[in-house]
């Protein structure tokens, strides 16, 4: 499964930005589909996970109610919208898929990744 992020770039705090991933290469309904981000120096870090059908999401407290991940399997595509932001989200945003059948936050529990897109929220 290849994946590729897109719609990055420069927002003020407050602003929004969606992201776009684009899945090629394999069965897409096959994978939950996961978000996470790494500013420098930092860990990568989960960001939203959602479900082969699209129906259950999931998020850490630090985006709950500022970001929503969905998917179009019609499309083979997974989006993340990130409102509210806040300089602290700044970093490079990756798109990630898995094989598996629970809820999964670490990055060992992903199988494919893209190269990450980045995000830079100006003060």
């Known amino acids: 499964v290849q994946l590729v992020e897109s719609g990055g770039g420069l927002v003020q705090a407050g602003g929004s930005l969606r992201l776009s991933c684009a899945a090629s290469?394999?069965?897409?309904?096959?994978?939950?589909m996961g978000w996470f981000r790494q500013a420098p120096g930092k860990e990568r870090e989960f960001v939203a996970r959602i479900s082969r059908t699209g129906v259950n999401t999931y998020y850490p407290d630090s985006v709950k109610g500022r970001f929503t991940i969905a998917r179009d399997n019609a499309k083979n595509s997974v989006y993340l919208q990130m409102n509210s932001l806040k300089p602290e989200d700044t970093a490079v945003y990756y798109c990630?898929?898995?094989?598996?059948?629970?809820?999964?936050?670490?990055?060992?529990?992903?199988?494919?990744w893209g190269p990450g897109t980045q995000v830079t929220v100006s003060s």
């Open positions: 990630a898929a898995s094989a598996a059948n629970i809820i999964v936050v670490a990055t060992t529990g992903y199988d494919y």
């Open positions: 290469g394999g069965t897409f309904i096959n994978y939950a």
